[in-house]
């Protein structure tokens, strides 16, 4: 197979799926997209049903007397989203915003256009029903940083970690039965189990070989080394936010989901306090009100670019775009994300025939993770290997290359031809905690113009050093046994740029890091904590508006960011419930108050009644109480307090059944 072929077999497959969405399959999984006209108003308003929206959206609701509306761009997560196995096939596609980063001048040389590539979903469930699914929490340093950073130890890892466990839903049976399922949690939302192929395990051997430890899990039991990957899947079925969080809730009188709509402005009053937004749905414009806050939960991307069209960013930039300003920020500044660069190995000729995939059990690729520490510190992550094991003369190895990360086809068929016949592992080395940093900007201030994102990669020359080590590391692998009995090489990708340099020299190896470097799917920081928004979440300058996301994390994270997202969102729900109840705006639903700039609008601040108030702190110390106390013991009784109602969500196209929790 060539790579044309199979490029014009994937889009095909992507077509056949997506008018198999017209049937709407996964209809009865979700709410139902809600009738709101004109005028409409309710307590909270998220804009955005990514990873965190949808989190919001069912802990905010979980309050009878409160209303909520979750604002989405896109629909139902369809079929594809649900296996884990057809997950390539959402990618660049209907479900995604298809955005790329602008042409680099010093990175991703051997990929088209120079660019890279950006997952972002369009859907429920956001990037979540996109994405892998590697559920990592990162390391216990990661939040300490933004502690200190924000000088809040709210934000530390004790205190973050019950938030953690508040979202799982642990279902490896390995890792229930050992001393490692305390760290986990057993009631939540988030169904986890990890890749059970025995070929995992045959190669963490190798690693275990030079020194690396191999423990049972990453997450809690250990933060550093070689692991078979912990996934958010259940029961063949991925765990994006939307299945987890709104389907056992669909029903739900105060939640409202509304459906391809997009959001184009945030509505202020004269006091600078966010009362709504304008949106449109099914080219008609429309406002709708806010009682209480505006929530963001639009994404790293879609977030900045909101609030600089609505006036909030930075003075220079929105001025030259003739928007008026109402809050210089640094918005769109400070992006981050995690870059890999693969090395690929071919094993020895195997005549083994091609095995089909289960869609619904398994991942595409038969992977493991290693958290490396940094020299001389086992607690201190220095960068991540993610391998893939292809079955020879797989497609799959043409989609990896040239459909997920968009390399040259010259590339790409090189790596196919130089492997026929031969199991590949494809051994990346992820860059965790890269000094460079981008930005994203506005293109116009037209909200269907998307954003300009300068995804900043390698320009700090630390990181291309850095990269030096982690493949001469990643080279090691040829002297394990493992690798010696399959007579195992490197492949040789003849990149035309590196050409007349030694292979796998230090210059060559720069050379190729220049070239192959790609950028993955974990961006955040463009709204950071500090600088955007306040240590809980409130935009600077402005009230009423809260950015709940990944573009709010200061720093990275030491692993995909799906789990700190889903973290994220739960504490923050908890804040909004019971940290903030102060300046509340009850007259804000009144019809005709309010214009985008001209008109003062006279408002009332309603304030709780001291009883109420007093109640309200009493049980958010109670929550803390059993939050403190599960962070040290095997039980959650956070997580307790939950009910189970009697609800069965059936689960397209399997009969198996998911147990509601309200």
Known sequence: MDVEASLASTVKVQEAFRTLALLQLTYTLFPKSAEVSDGDCFDYVIVGGGGAGCVLANRLSEQPGVSVLLVEAGGDPPIESQWPALQTYTLRSYLDWNYTTTPDPVSQRCHKQHSGNLV?????????????L?????????????????????????????????????????????????YYGTSGYLGLTRDPNPKSRRYLNAFKE???????DINGCSFSGYVQQMFMIADGVQQNTAYAYLSPVKDRANLHVLKHATV??????????????????????????ARKEVILSAGTFNSPQLLMLSGIGPKEHLQELGIRVRSDLPVGFNYQNHVSVFVPFKMDYSRAPLVPTDPRRSSLFTSFIGSVPANGSADRIEY??????????????????????GYENRICQTLFDESRGRDVLLSCAVMLYPESRGRVMLRSADIADPPLIDAGILRDERDLERYVG???????????????????????????????????????????????????HHYLGTCAMGSVVDSELRVHGVRG????????????VGGPTTAAVVML??????????????????????????????????????????????????????????????SSSSQNPLEKTKKGSNMQILKIPMKNTKKGRT
């Open 384 to 405: 991540e290997n993610v391998n893939y094991i292809v079955q020879h003369d797989s497609q799959d190895l043409l989609q990896f290359c040239a459909f997920y990360h």
């Open 569 to 630: 969102a739960e504490k923050a729900a908890d804040i909004i419930k019971y940290g903030h109840h102060k300046n509340i705006n009850n007259n804000q639903c009144e019809p005709e108050q309010y214009t985008h700039h001209e008109k003062d609008i006279e408002h009332k601040n309603f304030q709780f009644q001291e009883t109420q108030k007093e109640h309200e702190n009493v049980q958010y110390q109670e929550i803390q109480k059993e939050v403190t106390h599960a």
């Open 470 to 520: 982690y493949i001469e590391n990643t080279l090691r692998l040829l002297n394990t046994t493992l690798l010696r009995s399959v007579k195992a090489e490197v492949v040789d990708l003849k990149l035309q740029m590196c050409e007349g340099l030694e292979l796998w020299s230090k210059p060559y190896i720069r050379c190729y890091v220049r070239c192959m470097v790609a950028t993955l």
């Open 134 to 182: 590697y559920y990592v929490r990162g390391n216990p340093r990661d939040y300490d940083t933004w502690a200190d950073l924000l000088d809040d130890r709210n934000w530390s890892w004790d205190a973050v970690y019950p938030y953690f466990k508040k979202g799982e839903d642990l279902k490896d049976c390995e890792v229930l039965s050992s001393s490692c399922a305390k």
């Open 210 to 216: 030079l020194n690396y430890s191999t423990p049972l």
């Open 545 to 556: 508006l809260r950015v709940v996301d990944a573009s709010v994390m200061p720093s990275n």
């Open 264 to 289: 184009y402005e945030i509505l202020f009053d004269s006091s600078d306090r966010a009362i709504g937004v304008k949106l449109t749905k099914d080219n008609k414009n429309m406002s709708v009100r």
């Open 120 to 132: 972002a979903g369009r859907v429920l469930g956001g990037s979540t029903a996109l994405s892998s």
